[in-house]
């Protein structure tokens, strides 16, 4: 062994007698320990854990819970900017972060907040102030925000005060700098639930005052009475007491002021004189006086006109003032101790000491007194004290000559009390001590009896277990399947264990010394774990080996060392926010808590489980054989290397999301297989384990298995009842972080009882010896580990996932301003998956009385235990993960998933969400069934995912169901999926049944729609058929062949049969074709048109089309470019449409070989009568003479035919005005159009040959048959 100094590595130093409140003025006194081999610190006493201490991070969930006021006299600005004390060093760290001295206020008259956590920062210029109740009653709103009071000047850490008025739901703040302001601050519930009840500042909440007695006298500890009464101890001993003013009068004094002094004033006056003065002591550049107050206290005793200031003084004693007349009532040695005067030197207290007394009311008119003395030692004393109205006291040692020493927690150490609580217990006083040594602390309990008060200070104490270990840090390697950067980002961000502010300081620091650190740099835009790799990423560089390869091993290790160095220097950033400040006791709820300087730990009782790993070097005798099974697996899986503990984990992640139909005794065999631990066990191994246990584990025994199972097991139903109380925001945290505790605890423990049943049921192999399985069903013990470890691998997961949730602030405030609502929806607060998604679960029960510390060990293990009576419902969890928009974390619940059917249809929602659209269809079609069936009592609790429309499609038939799957993939644009679920929905469809016909139709619209979107138009026009209703077929119709005509899917559209549908399928295609004017360009609804028509063998229909194209394309031009295609000058678009409708025209009989064109109205005002007439009756009536004519040289007796075609032509003519067909038309036959095309040859070669015409107008059809005079140009 060797003697080592523990703070040589810190950077500064606490002395054994430095209060809670200081951490500067104190000379360094070097602590030394004993140091063994191990590395580990000696410690010579051994106390019972009995609690335990969940430490809270103290870093709001959200920057925006954070307001900050300035106080007077820079009130009138309301709310300020977020202060820019820089953390990239050290300094500025412990400045901005860091709090010089905090505790814990509980309000006596109103209860919603009751309990206010206050902290001083930034150099002692910010009083930071939150609720800090743990449950709240149901219809009470939360308290999340977090006040920092800024001040223009420092304040006194020791002149800080709060008070409860009786007639104002209120808290009085009181403070006092350093430059003698007395401020009064007055902070109602709402600023601390509404951010805009801050808005216009503080205002007349706050007062100052300038109190005239601070100015010969220097105020050293403010003591309250009540809201309306102060007292300020002074440097020369006396006291300052303040009455508030209340006539009204704003320009008044808000306070009256008495001195009282020790002395009298001629004692006062002669120590302003020189070489009069009594004795002082120098603290903080002033001289106080022996007689003056280090440590106050104020109690009423239950009296109702008097109250009584207790104070500590430099010399050692007590005194015990009356509140309303200022005389001393008592004055005594703290330690009853008659004490020579020569030695009084030796026994004066240090003016920073504060925490020496506390008061705990018995009965009216009586309390119990506990004074610490910190001389030598340290020793406690209690007094009872009596007192009535008339202002009379009687003070008496409660152990009369009793040496009340606490023993420190280790002997080698050098510890101080920093502070100490007193509770009233049915068995007597309970003293709870903090002690401390530099940053390190230690918290004991002690029951005391009235009568044998000095025996339990020897052995009656018990102790905290104080949560300081540094976490296990994985080796990377092959054997590691996860990624080296993954590991530490895990660890470092694993929720709850370093503040952002921590991990910021520690990043500047590393980069300063790497010499990359700017102070220009910035990082806007960037996550701190962003920064955290860029920095740590660019410090290695993948190298190559000798042979030339990549050295992938160089490269991890140069990793693996820079992630170290930054994870130590987070470790010894973060062990300054550890250093204890004070301890404090709620009277009310039973619980006590730990004040540091960025944590706050709530202590809580152990549970079983708690008290034999914490004590497994002297557990309790009921618990000896237990302890041994938990001590000898723990010791079996220590000695393994990270490989096989690794591969062990592996192992059984597959045991656990894996379901087996093997035997119990072949699982266990491929789970050894899986692990291969049985390679790295040595003979010195099992000697361990065998000495723990005995000779082939004799006593391992079934009996074992059943107390090391109620361990883990709620010994209560708390969780099951309803709720009295809810847990705030910040019980929930409490809750949270012993959770994580528990998890952990409980895990390493069942996976280790894992480990070693596998190995001790195969290591005996002869059955002579007596194996397990011949003494109890290891197979039983074996699934009940594994089914415990699932749900501990289930919390697990969601104590160190965090989300990102909607703050209910503003919701909550009953906001107004349309801004300020849309900035409070923006708003969100990071908590972890356990209290996102179940925190709401969790409260205190009806029938509960015992105190809060235990109620929380319950709750926690009751969620830890195996068969707990809260359900983690992996479904609904994923349920709100989704509405959260976090299908990712969603995703990792999957292996937890439940196989009902519902759960079913949440892994398919899942998976939806992912766009793993086969996965999902798959997860849906197993859960048809389920979810389509018919039931009576359904629970409708999806947080949000299905709304009422939703819900009813369940259970209520197959098409029903499937008609919601395909909304699912409609929203995500699946639509071959749509499709899919659409036709299983049409195929179970019962004619008759009810809504069947509306279920049908909106099936078939699906189905319609997906398959156009993506082209299937044969199941598009099978969908089509199939619909009845004629105004949705006739727009879905529409739709159809515009997407397949602007798909270019025309041969398709010409194929399908169209079954009834063809005259509109033609009226729709002629439709676009009026209405297109680009022929050229865009899709070629002529040319579709006349396909559609001559595949329909309608010939005349496709020569009209072609010449109502021919026209268009005359329109446009396309006449007049003679440059030809392919070299020729007669090949135009025009000739080529002549030629197309001449074809046209010669597959019909010649008798039928016509068309009737329109006659555009300018075209008709335009014209001229005709000698070759120009309407159509005179056409007709040629048309007659020629078919007579045809007839007569053929000899075909075609008469009656061809009459009956005059016939209606003539009657279509002779239609009455008013009806559709009253634009004129005119007749053109096949000669007609041959004509006209010979014509447009001809004036194709005219213009070839320069040839122009002057006059003339166009035919009747269009043409050229009219006069033409032309000139040849030279």
């Known amino acids: 062994m060797k003697l080592v100094p523990i703070n040589s590595a810190l950077q500064s130093s606490r002395t054994a007698t430095q209060p809670a409140t200081k951490r500067d003025n104190t000379p360094e006194i070097v602590d030394w320990s004993l140091e063994t081999s191990h590395g580990g610190k000696m410690t010579s006493r051994n106390f019972e854990i009995l609690y335990k201490e969940a430490r809270l991070n103290l870093e709001p969930a959200s920057p925006s819970s954070v307001i900050q ?64 109740d743990v449950c709240k009653q149901q219809q009470v709103v939360d308290a999340p925000l977090i006040l920092n009071l800024r001040f223009p000047s420092t304040i006194h850490n020791s002149c800080i005060g709060f008070a409860d008025p009786k007639d104002t739901d ?85 306070w009256k002021e008495t001195i009282y002094n020790v002395a009298g004033w001629g004692q006062s006056l002669r120590g302003l004189v020189p070489f009069q003065r009594n004795p002082t002591v120098r603290y903080e550049k002033i001289n106080m006086e022996l007689t003056a107050a280090v440590s106050t206290a104020v109690a009423t005793m239950g009296l109702d006109n008097t109250a009584f200031l207790f104070t500590i003084c430099l010399d050692h004693r007590m005194r015990v003032w009356d509140v309303r007349t200022g005389q001393i009532l008592y004055t005594g040695d703290i330690l009853n101790a008659n004490r020579d005067v020569q ?109 044998n008060g000095s025996a339990v200070f020897n052995d009656g104490w018990k102790t905290v277990y104080i949560e300081n270990s540094v976490p296990v840090v994985e080796a990377s390697g092959p054997w590691n399947s996860v990624d080296s950067t993954e590991k530490w980002l895990d660890l470092i961000f694993f929720p709850g264990r370093f503040s952002k502010a921590t991990l910021e300081t520690a990043l500047a620091v590393y980069e300063k010394g790497l010499g990359t650190y700017k102070e220009t740099t910035s990082r806007v835009g960037k996550s701190i774990a962003e920064s955290i790799c860029s920095v740590l990423g660019s410090t290695a560089a993948l190298g190559k080996t000798s042979a030339g390869s990549a050295d992938y091993e160089q490269f991890r290790g140069t990793s693996e060392t820079q992630w170290m160095r930054f994870w130590r220097l987070l470790l010894e950033l ?64 220590e000695g393994f290397n990270d490989s096989t503990t690794q591969l062990s984990r592996a192992a059984l992640r597959a045991e656990l999301f894996q379901e087996s139909s093997l035997p119990d005794s072949e699982r266990m065999q491929l789970f050894l297989d899986r692990a291969g631990f049985w390679s790295a066990v040595g003979d010195d191994d099992i000697a361990q384990v065998t000495e723990i246990l005995g000779q082939n584990y004799r006593t391992v025994t079934s009996r074992l298995y059943e107390d090391l199972f109620d361990l883990v097991t709620a010994t209560s139903e708390a969780n099951s009842q309803e709720l009295r109380e809810q847990f705030t925001g910040f019980g929930r945290k409490v809750i949270v972080r012993s959770v994580q505790d528990t998890v952990e605890l409980h895990w390493q423990i069942l996976f280790s009882q894992l480990i070693l049943l596998v190995h001790m049921e195969f290591d005996i192999e002869n059955e002579d010896e007596s194996p397990l399985h011949s003494r109890f069903d290891v197979g039983s013990i074996y699934r009940r580990l594994i089914a415990a470890l699932r749900r501990l691998e289930h919390l697990r997961w969601m104590v160190k996932t965090e989300l990102n949730i909607p703050a209910r602030v503003a919701v909550s405030s009953g906001i107004s301003s349309p801004q300020l609502a ?14 996102g998604l179940t925190g709401h679960l969790y409260g205190l029960p009806e029938n509960n009385d015992e105190p809060l510390f235990s109620a929380i060990t319950d709750l926690v293990l009751d ?119 659409s036709r299983l929905a049409l195929q179970f469809v019962q004619t008759g049944a009810q809504d069947s016909a509306n279920i049908k139709t909106e099936m078939l619209s699906r189905l319609f729609t997906a398959s156009t979107a993506i082209s299937h138009f044969e199941e598009a026009h099978s969908a089509l058929l199939q619909m009845q209703d004629e105004a949705l077929q006739k727009s879905y119709l529409r739709k159809l062949v515009e997407k397949m005509c602007e798909t270019g899917q025309n041969r398709q559209l010409i194929s399908l049969p169209f079954s009834g549908l063809q005259p509109k399928v033609d009226d729709i295609l002629l439709e676009k074709c009026k209405a297109t004017r680009d022929v050229l360009n865009g899709v070629p609804y002529h040319q579709i048109l006349y396909a559609w028509r001559i595949s329909h063998n309608d010939y005349r229909g496709g020569a009209a089309i072609l010449l109502d194209r021919l026209q268009k394309l005359r329109q446009a031009g396309e006449g007049d470019k003679i440059n030809g295609i392919n070299g020729d000058a007669l090949d135009t678009q025009v000739t080529r449409q002549y030629l197309l409708l001449i074809n046209a025209l010669n597959c019909v009989p010649p008798e039928e070989a016509y068309i009737l064109e329109d006659i555009s109205p300018q075209e008709k005002s335009n014209s001229a009568p005709r000698s070759n007439g120009d309407d159509l009756d005179a056409q007709l009536e040629d048309l007659s003479k020629k078919l007579d004519a045809e007839n007569a040289v053929n000899g075909t007796g075609e008469d009656e035919e061809d009459a009956a075609l005059l016939a209606k032509m003539k009657s279509f003519l002779s239609r009455p005005a008013g009806t559709e067909a ?30 122009f015409a002057i006059t003339g107008d166009g035919g009747e059809d269009g043409g050229y048959e009219g006069e033409v005079d032309m000139m040849d140009i030279a």
């Open 574 to 637: 973060d062990k300054q926010r550890g250093e204890a400040l004070s301890l404090v006791y709620d009277l009310e709820e039973g619980m006590v808590w730990t004040a540091c300087a960025d944590l706050l730990a709530a202590v809580r009782q152990c549970s079983d489980m708690d008290r034999v790993y914490h004590n497994l070097s002297s557990p309790e005798k009921k618990d000896e054989d237990v302890a041994a099974l938990v001590s000898a697996g723990l010791t079996f899986v």
């Open 170 to 254: 209120a808290l009085c703040v009181f403070v006092v700098d350093q430059s003698n302001q007395l401020y009064s601050i007055t902070l109602r519930p709402d600023l601390f639930r509404k951010k805009t009840a801050s808005d216009g500042g503080l205002g007349d909440a706050c007062r100052v005052y300038s109190p005239p007695g601070f100015g010969f006298k220097h105020p050293h500890r403010l003591a309250v009475v009540n809201s309306d009464q102060l007292i300020v101890t002074m440097h020369d001993g006396g006291i300052l007491k303040f009455d508030r003013n209340k006539t009204h009068d704003v320009h008044g004094s808000p």
């Open 1222 to 1251: 009253t634009t004129p038309r005119r007749l053109l036959t096949l000669a007609d159009i041959r004509k006209n095309y010979q014509l447009e040859l001809d004036r194709i070669v005219a213009i070839q040959n320069n040839q």
């Open 69 to 132: 006021l300035r106080v007077a006299p820079q009130s009138a600005y309301g709310r300020s900017s977020s202060s820019r004390t820089s953390t990239d060093d050290e300094k500025g760290y412990r400045s901005k972060s860091l709090a010089t001295a905090s505790s814990i206020y509980y309000r006596k008259h109103h209860t919603s907040p009751r309990a206010f956590l206050w902290r001083v920062l930034e150099n002692g210029t910010v009083l930071s102030i939150r609720a800090a």
């Open 863 to 981: 969620l830890c235990a195996p068969g707990s009576t809260t359900v983690l419902q992996t479904s609904l969890l994923q349920r709100g993960l989704l509405k959260h928009d976090r299908p990712d974390l969603a995703l990792e619940l999957t292996p937890f998933a439940d196989q009902d059917p519902f759960s079913i249809y949440v892994q398919g929602r899942v998976f939806l969400a992912h766009k793993d659209y086969d996965t999902a269809a798959y997860y849906f079609r197993r859960a048809a069934i389920g979810l389509s069936i018919t039931m009576k009592h359904m629970e409708r609790h999806s947080s949000g995912l299905l709304d009422d429309t939703e819900w009813n499609l369940f259970n209520s038939g197959l098409p029903n169901y499937y008609s919601h799957i395909v909304t699912l993939f409609e929203r995500q644009k699946a639509y071959s999926y749509v499709m899919e679920f």
């Open 822 to 835: 849309k900035r409070g929806q923006e708003e969100t607060h990071t908590v972890t998956a356990l209290e």
């Open 343 to 451: 030695e009084g030197s030796s026994w004066n207290i240090n003016p920073s000491q504060s925490n020496l007394i506390r008061i705990l009311d018995t009965a009216k008119g009586e309390c119990l007194v506990a004074t610490f003395s910190p001389v030598g030692n340290g020793e406690f004393k209690f007094w009872k004290v009596k007192a009535n109205d008339q202002g009379s006291i009687h003070v008496a040692d409660y152990f009369a000559d009793a040496q009340l020493i606490p023993p420190s927690p280790s002997s080698m150490d050098i510890w101080s009390m920093a502070d100490f609580a007193v509770t009233k217990q049915p068995e007597g006083p309970e003293l709870w001590a903090l002690w401390k040594n530099n940053t390190s602390y230690r918290v004991h309990r002690l029951q005391l009896h009235p009568r």
